[in-house]
């Protein structure tokens, strides 16, 4: 049971420089999630998408885009990446109805933007 | 605006201590409060949650205890262990019509205990 899978772990971008994190879950799970993990800021939704199909902005979109490949992929991409985006990045999926609401987080991945 | 605010930041105890986290929360459409706990290096794993239909869960040795009226929700862990030491995050959300669940988080506390 791989549950919810992200890549890459660790990543050192320049300021300026682009990529993609990289999400999939294989518990059938409608709803996907980012989150950012920054000490004494607790875990803040970038984006989230709800169902296939559809992504709507968390607390803090600015400077990120998604894309909800299929049920099971939800990526994370920084076109331009900043130093204010070093962070510890974690994506996480749930049922959209039913069940206990219980949100199922990747291991997360660990970006540093010099 | 902070939806969730959690207290303390840090937490020390002693083994066989009770741990005490608490939450207070402004939106009262919230309906769903879960306790996540992460260990270093991993992500939050859900610890036990509470609906507002009830003033306390107990799980083992976690309980929640809920005040609707005050808006405020607690974590009490008793004898706390060792491997207990990680980081708590109180949690809320409206699950509005039974769909997305999405939550808002507190800022964490991080717990220790000493053997």
């Known amino acids: 049971n791989a549950g919810v899978t992200q890549t890459p772990k660790f990543q050192v971008l320049k300021t300026g420089q682009s990529m993609t994190l990289q999400c999939a879950q294989d518990m059938n799970h409608n709803s996907m999630y980012w989150y950012r993990q920054d000490p004494g800021m607790g875990l803040r939704l970038i984006y989230y998408s709800a169902s296939e199909g559809t992504t709507d902005k968390g607390e803090v979109p600015n400077g990120y885009n998604v894309s909800r490949l299929n049920k099971r992929e939800f990526s994370l991409r920084l076109e331009s990446a900043a130093p204010s985006q070093t962070s510890v990045y974690f994506c996480a999926s749930s049922y959209l109805t039913g069940g206990t609401g219980e949100l199922f987080f990747g291991e997360g991945s660990r970006l540093t933007v010099l | 605006q902070q939806q969730v605010k959690q207290s303390p930041q840090s937490l020390i105890v002693q083994k066989g201590g009770i741990s005490i986290i608490n939450c207070a929360y402004e939106n009262t459409a919230f309906d769903y409060f879960p306790w996540y706990q992460q260990f270093p290096g991993k992500g939050p794993a859900l610890l036990i949650a509470?609906?507002?239909?009830?003033s306390e869960k107990k799980e083992g040795r976690f309980t929640i205890s809920f005040n609707k009226s005050a808006k405020q929700f607690s974590l009490h862990i008793m004898d706390s262990q060792p491997g207990d030491s990680a980081t708590y995050f109180c949690a809320a959300s409206m699950s509005s019509g039974g769909s997305n669940y999405k939550l808002t988080f507190g800022k964490g506390t991080l717990l220790t205990v000493n053997p």
């Open positions: 509470i609906r507002p239909d009830v």
